[in-house]
């Protein structure tokens, strides 16, 4: 059974990660917002935001390490979805490429 959830799960071309880590974004205010990393894959991400993002935002997430953040990741946002409570939503984002130099 457990084959079964994480070969469904991963049917993508890039399998996706579950991840639940505490981050934050930075949307087109340049304000930080608290979020969580649901998953992670090498072409995006799943994550929470506050209803405010929409399709097509670009964002910056930063991941929280032990440490600290660790560097940004620039995304699209690409999809959305409303949580319970209608404050939060889960958000799916793909990555930018890092500018070739």
């Known amino acids: ?11 993508r071309k890039h399998p996706r ?8 974004y930075i949307g087109y205010d340049g304000q930080s917002r608290r979020s969580e990393l649901i998953n992670t894959s090498s072409q995006g991400a799943r994550l ?11 964002l910056t997430i930063l991941n929280e390490a032990s440490s600290g953040f660790e560097p940004e990741i620039s995304a699209e946002v690409k999809w959305t979805r409303a949580l319970p409570g209608g ?3 889960v958000v799916g984002v793909q990555t930018e490429a890092a500018p070739a130099g």
């Open 1 to 11: 059974m457990d084959r079964f959830i994480n070969d469904h799960f991963n049917r």
């Open 17 to 24: 990660t579950r991840v639940f880590q505490k981050a934050r």
């Open 48 to 58: 929470t935001t506050s209803n405010e993002v929409r399709v097509g935002d670009r």
């Open 87 to 89: 404050i939060r939503q």
